[in-house]
């Protein structure tokens, strides 16, 4: 299993950006499908972008042009750049990593973003 540790949440005014890491421990980051989910007090968590098979990128509708996730394998580092923020995107922001063979998944403690005024 690998240990996932989130960086860069905090508070920032509606309209303004933020951008999410997430280190992971394995060296054979490459071998994980990576993705950003997010909960909101009494919500389920949902799914808000993460890469698939074939490394291509799926997003929720609702952050779609405003959000971008990206990876840097050499550094085993997960983004999210978060652009044009809004009040509904206030959540805890989990890292999510699922290894391509064995299907094991693992979870970050999650990184805190509160978009308020």
């Known amino acids: 299993q690998v240990q996932l540790v989130e960086s860069g949440g905090g508070l920032v005014q509606p309209g303004g950006s933020l951008r999410l890491s997430c280190a992971a421990s394995a060296s054979t980051f490459g071998l994980y499908i990576m993705g950003w989910y997010r909960q909101a007090p009494g919500t389920e968590r949902e799914l808000v972008a993460e890469?698939?098979?074939?490394?291509?990128?799926n997003y929720a509708d609702s952050v779609k042009g405003r959000f971008t996730i990206s990876r840097d394998n050499a550094k085993t580092t997960l983004y999210l750049q978060m652009n044009s923020l809004k009040p509904e995107d206030t959540a805890v922001y989990h890292c999510?990593?699922?290894?391509?063979?064995?299907?094991?998944?693992?979870w970050g403690q999650g990184t805190q973003v509160t978009v308020s005024s």
């Open positions: 890469f698939v098979s074939g490394g291509s990128t």
């Open positions: 999510h990593a699922r290894h391509i063979f064995s299907g094991v998944h693992s």
